[in-house]
């Protein structure tokens, strides 16, 4: 090989990337902590970012409904903006208010009813216990049998205490802290969010200026068609999503009407917004619907199981993955490897972002294929 500056920096580039490879292997509870606080000090922008990202679907089909009826009167085209963004805040808040105004005060209801049952089963016990004698007997016996060292947890009581009194008041002052600051991030997130969103194309212009200034016309083509595309992908998904989750919810509602369910609305909405989450997410909603169908009768809650369990069958094999597959441009296989891989390796968050980006790679590797095949000149009958 020639000595010459290209070759040598050729050489010291490799032996730089060696040597910070070495360096990352043998220090990675270094570069843990200093990603923990990089990610941190980030978090109300990425924490804007996604807001934005998922505003900006509803935002823009809301925005073409308001271009149409400002269409007659010009003056208020250069709101069309901010009325959409106003829209798209207050259907996201709603929503939320909705769910949490329907779901607290029948979560609080099933909790005193099962509270109430508890104390009818323990106060029907001891009548049991009343009634026969023998068994009151062996009872008594059992308890007395349990060897507690009552001195010794006393003691530990009075240690734990005397030792822990100095330290409430700094814990209470650092969870206050700790709630302030995740409120305070949370805002700047928000606020991130209307920025990003008023001003998306101007950012999206800055960002291709960027590219292009520092990239080769080829790379920053490439760049610009893999950011685009991921674009699209995460769009889509989140779009067939939620799609998924209101046909799924309004399965539940038709079909827990027709056999007379209690709770039917709220029931049917919970599991519509768990549904969101891929694949799984209905069983979380399915747990609180027997939670409250129990309040009412057991048996009910049985057939619910059943038909929980069927709905979630054909949901699964027929459903989401032809609206979610399709809308992300993935075949039904992929998406069942992306959700299980997703949520092996980051849990729910894994589940929501591998199915996308399990699509752009599909997409770009069938580009690839199909550019190499017409290369080749090879045509697969």
Known sequence: MELNRRNIEKILGIITFSALIFYSVNHLSVLRGIAAKIL????????????????????????????????????????????????????????????????????????????????????????????????????????????????????????????????VITSTIGVAMSIVSGLIEVFLGFVFSIYLLLQKEKLCYQCKQVAYAYLSQKHANMLVDIVELSNKAFSNFLSGQCVEALILGTMFFVTMSIFKFPYVLIISVFISFTALIPVFGAFIGCIVGILLICTVSISQAFWFIVLFLVLQQIEENFIYPRVVGNSVGLPSIWVLVAVTLGGSMMGILGMLIFIPIFSVLYTLFKRQVHQRLKQKKVVIK
């Open 40 to 167: 941190s000090l980030l978090f109300p922008f990425i924490l804007g970012f996604a807001i934005a990202f998922v505003l900006n679907t509803p935002m823009m089909m809301i925005e073409k409904r308001v271009s149409l009826v400002t269409s007659r009167l010009p003056w208020l085209k250069r709101f069309n903006r901010i009325v959409s963004l106003v829209l798209s805040y207050i259907f996201l808040f709603g929503m939320i208010w909705l769910v949490l105004f329907l779901l607290i005060p029948d979560l609080v209801h099933t909790f005193e009813v099962l509270v109430i049952n508890s104390q009818n089963f323990f106060t029907e016990f001891i009548e049991h216990l009343n009634m026969d004698p023998l068994k009151a007997s062996e009872w008594i016996a059992w308890i007395d049998a349990i060897q507690i060292d009552w001195q010794g947890l006393i003691n530990d009581l009075r240690s734990m205490l005397s030792m822990g009194a100095s330290t």
